[in-house]
């Protein structure tokens, strides 16, 4: 009896050290919670950056068929050489819808000092292959993109076969009016075929007299 009585001291013992001893270990999602990092925050800005997807983003931009992005929205994605890219893909993608391509397109015009833009617009305007509708969205917005610097392709627009190309052109004018547009526009309207393309021809050249007598 008097062994038994003798090591229960240190039996005693080890059973109140015992939760202690679990209690100093770390538990597996404690050690992932709390483990050190190495990264430092400029490693973690970038590691973020890389993780968004510029398709995805422009594809849920370009998603409504009402709401046309603006150069704001445009802009918020990102800088010309990131973004630009991803248009050019967007709108020669067969994967994505006939809308997102045109949005695509369009929305080159909000970096015009990318080389790629310019080129691109005249490939599309002046291809022979080019669908209608691809080339009237190309001839508005390379307009709105170069203004005078753009008027001897959309020239080439007002004289095109497609009637709607040519009334893209006269509205691409339009918009620009200056004087060497307004030129252009009125040197075109004894060679304009249709009678009411002729007569917005009229109407815009009218209203920038107008607008100038009113200065």
Not at 114 to 123: G, K, L, S
Not at 165 to 194: C, D, K, V, W
């Amino acid at each position: 009896m008097s062994r038994w009585f003798s090591a229960s001291p240190l039996l005693l013992t080890l059973v109140l050290a015992l939760p202690a001893c679990q209690d100093s270990q770390t538990r597996p999602d404690q050690a992932t919670a709390t483990s050190p990092t190495t990264d430092e925050p400029g490693q973690m800005a970038e590691k973020k950056e890389e993780a968004r997807n510029l398709h995805a983003e422009l594809r849920a931009l370009f998603g409504g068929f009402e709401y046309v992005p603006t150069r704001e929205d445009l802009l918020q994605v990102g800088p010309g050489e990131e973004v630009v890219p991803v248009l050019l893909e967007l709108y020669r993608s067969e994967k994505v819808s006939p809308h997102q391509q045109h949005h695509a397109l369009r929305a080159l015009q909000f970096y015009p000092e990318h080389p790629e833009v310019a080129r691109t617009y005249e490939t599309v305007i002046r291809g022979e292959d080019t669908a209608d509708q691809d080339r009237r969205v190309a001839v508005r917005a390379y307009g709105r993109a170069f203004g005078d610097q753009g008027l001897e392709l959309l020239g080439f627009a007002l004289a095109h076969d497609d009637y709607h190309t040519r009334a893209s052109a006269i509205a691409a004018i339009e918009l620009i009016g200056s004087e060497p547009s307004l030129e252009l526009l009125e040197s075109r309207m004894s060679e304009e075929p249709e009678v009411e393309l002729q007569a917005e021809i009229k109407r815009v050249l009218d209203a920038a007299a107008k607008s100038e007598a009113t200065r």
